[in-house]
């Protein structure tokens, strides 16, 4: 059974940084392209970033663009987002998924997701 734990959320000011982790079990993970997917109160969860199974592609949604930076450790099975500059509209819980393809940013597309990590980001 697969299974994505994310952690590294809290509260931090805008202008701080947080770093979150996504340990994945049970998948081929160095096979897998992952994504990272945020949900603001309120709203539908939005695609943020995501990175190819080879680790040295990525792409990300515009509204994080050059603030955001995604990672990832095949031996450790794991996925990071590096977050800096956070912004009060970056407030949301942050979910990991593995993709069914590289270059999908649909959440609709996925039925199960783990627990997520709560960043808040507030003076």
């Known amino acids: 059974q697969v299974q994505v734990a994310e952690s590294g959320g809290g509260l931090v000011s805008p202008g701080g940084s947080l770093r979150l982790s996504c340990l994945v079990s049970?998948?081929?993970?160095?096979?897998?392209?992952m994504g990272w997917f945020r949900q603001a109160p309120g709203n539908e969860r939005k695609f943020v970033a995501a990175?190819?199974?080879?680790?040295?592609?990525?792409y990300y949604s515009q509204s994080i663009q050059g603030r955001f930076t995604i990672s990832r450790d095949n031996d450790k099975n794991s996925v990071y987002l590096q977050m800096n500059n956070l912004e009060p509209e970056d407030t949301g819980v942050y979910f990991c998924?593995?993709?069914?393809?590289?270059?999908?940013?649909?959440?609709?597309?996925?039925?199960?997701w783990g627990q997520g990590t709560q960043v808040t980001v507030s003076s």
């Open positions: 049970g998948s081929s993970f160095r096979f897998d392209p």
């Open positions: 998924q593995i993709l069914d393809y590289f270059g999908d940013c649909e959440p609709v597309h996925y039925e199960h």
């Open positions: 990175i190819h199974e080879n680790g040295r592609n990525s």
